[in-house]
């Protein structure tokens, strides 16, 4: 389906419009390094028209006048229609990424459709607006919430419908229109998402679609018919994004890069460690932003966490993202595989012990598959603890103390995810709060939608998920009434 999927359109005002470019993306299967279709490469004029569209949604079309009842009701018809995609959408998801196709239902489907309708029914119990009484004059304000507009999307490849969904069912909740600019090498499932959003009959105007290339994403930060960007990727895209907002007086929410630390504490039991740290440290081959790449291990029990390291790095089977068996994919492009094999290189030349993996997996000639890789005896300073590798590459630094620990681990210029584990939670839940982190878990890592999710320092500005969410995708108006 993927290959029929290749198209010549882009998707705004509720319908499938001819681009405007003459220019095509290419995308490459990751697991077979052979090419998989292409879509449009989107140029300043389709972004033009794909954020007028969105702009007559929210200033005089349907959407504008929508209650929250509507929204909220519009937002289960996508959950909806996204379920009946749902076999399409992972696999296709599965060959654009090499993501193991497990996984892939669960990134590409369940998440999308449970965020989708945990803000849907979080919308029927909202009020918008709130009466406070006056505390230095007669009468009472009303705090009223509006949408912001219209919000540009900007989003990654490596869990690109959950990570649209993150920014996508707020936004929609808050009654505002949005342009997505997908990830080049994840275009094609946006198009899926696309023909969900045709299916619940949302107001045309209110969904579009703009596939291209880092062009593309600039038009539509720079576009001054935008309200505001949403932006996932790395720190770098992240503070060129942050500079023109700043400079345009825009909201901008970013969620970057990360490099988190795992503390081991000595009573931690070892079995839960290692169960945990399988996906914590090495899920999607690594690409994940909040990967506990960085576990931090007493001196007393360094070399016991190592072989714990060791023995589930080895124990991931490679291969076929569609055979049930294969437990990592690869790495999303060739590139992305240059660049981990250098920064292992780096780690290699800096003195750091290569206990397992290190570079392309035997018996897997094509494809751009990475070995799980761990190392030792990692000083924080090196680069290989301080940049994100955004592949399957863990450090196992040593410790003396809880102090050291904590200082270790705050030894960064990210602040995005952690864990501690300990069979004390009390105490685990002690040292979670001398982290400088905007989230963390206790014995394990597990985002929940309730939640707010977002870094500290470098890992980004602003917060996904939970109720604050939606808050983000609002301007707040305060009405003074004077009593008579």
């Keep these: 389906m993927g290959l029929m999927l290749a198209g010549t359109s882009v998707f705004w005002d509720g319908t499938w419009q001819p681009p405007a470019t003459v220019r095509t993306l290419t995308l490459v299967d990751p697991s077979t390094e052979e090419p998989l279709g292409s879509v449009p490469w989107g140029d300043e004029q389709d972004v033009d028209s794909a954020v007028r569209a969105a702009r007559r949604a929210v200033d005089t079309g349907e959407w504008a006048r929508s209650t929250a009842a509507d929204r909220a009701d519009a937002m289960d018809r996508l959950a909806t229609a996204i379920e009946v995609r749902a076999d399409a959408l992972a696999r296709l998801v599965s060959q654009e990424i090499g993501q193991p196709l497990p996984v892939s239902r669960r990134y590409s489907v369940q998440r999308p459709v449970a965020v989708l309708r945990y803000y849907a029914a979080l919308l029927r119990e909202r009020p918008t607006e709130e009466v406070r009484a006056a505390a230095m004059r007669p009468g009472h304000t009303v705090v009223r919430r509006e949408p912001l507009g219209v919000v540009g999307l900007i989003v990654p490849w490596n869990y690109p419908q959950a990570l649209t969904m993150a920014k996508l069912a707020p936004a929609l909740a808050a009654g505002c229109s949005v342009v ?5 090498e994840t275009s094609l499932d946006a198009y899926l998402l696309a023909e969900a959003a045709e299916e619940a009959e949302l107001p045309p105007g209110v969904f579009n679609l703009v596939p291209g290339g880092r062009d593309t994403g600039e038009f539509l930060v720079r576009h001054p018919g935008v309200d505001k960007i949403a932006f996932t990727g790395s720190t770098a895209a992240g503070r060129l994004i942050g500079a023109v ?14 490099k988190s630390a795992a503390i081991v504490l000595p009573d931690a039991d070892l079995d839960t460690v290692a169960g945990q740290l399988a996906v914590g440290s090495f899920g999607n081959a690594g690409q994940t932003c909040f990967l506990l790449s960085r576990v931090l291990a007493p001196r007393s029990r360094y070399a016991e966490v190592v072989d ?8 991931f089977v490679l291969g076929d993202p569609f055979d049930e068996r294969t437990t990592m994919g690869p790495l999303v492009s060739g590139r992305q595989r240059d660049r981990v094999a250098e920064l292992v290189a780096s780690g290699v030349d800096g003195g750091a012990r290569l206990v397992t993996g290190g570079g392309r997996p035997a018996g897997l000639d094509r494809g751009f598959y990475f070995a799980p890789t761990v190392f030792a005896d990692v000083d924080n300073a090196s680069r290989i603890a301080r940049e994100e590798v955004f ?13 050291q620990a904590v200082a270790i681990a705050n030894d960064s210029e990210y602040g995005l995810g952690g864990s501690v584990f300990t069979t004390d939670p009390e105490h685990g839940l002690e040292v979670a709060r001398r982290i400088q982190t905007g989230t963390i878990g206790i014995n394990g890592y597990a985002p929940d939608v309730t939640a707010p999710f977002g870094g500290y320092k470098a890992s980004g500005l602003g917060r996904e998920n939970g109720p604050e969410a939606i808050a983000s995708y609002e301007n707040v108006k305060s009405m003074y009434v004077t009593a008579g």
């Design 245 to 258: 907002c700043g400079e345009l007086l825009r909201p901008v929410s970013l969620e970057l890069g990360g």
């Design 391 to 403: 592949g399957p590459v863990v450090c196992v630094l040593p410790y003396a103390d809880e102090e």
């Design 180 to 184: 997505l600019k997908p990830a080049a």
């Design 308 to 315: 714990a390291l060791r023995e589930v790095a080895d124990g």
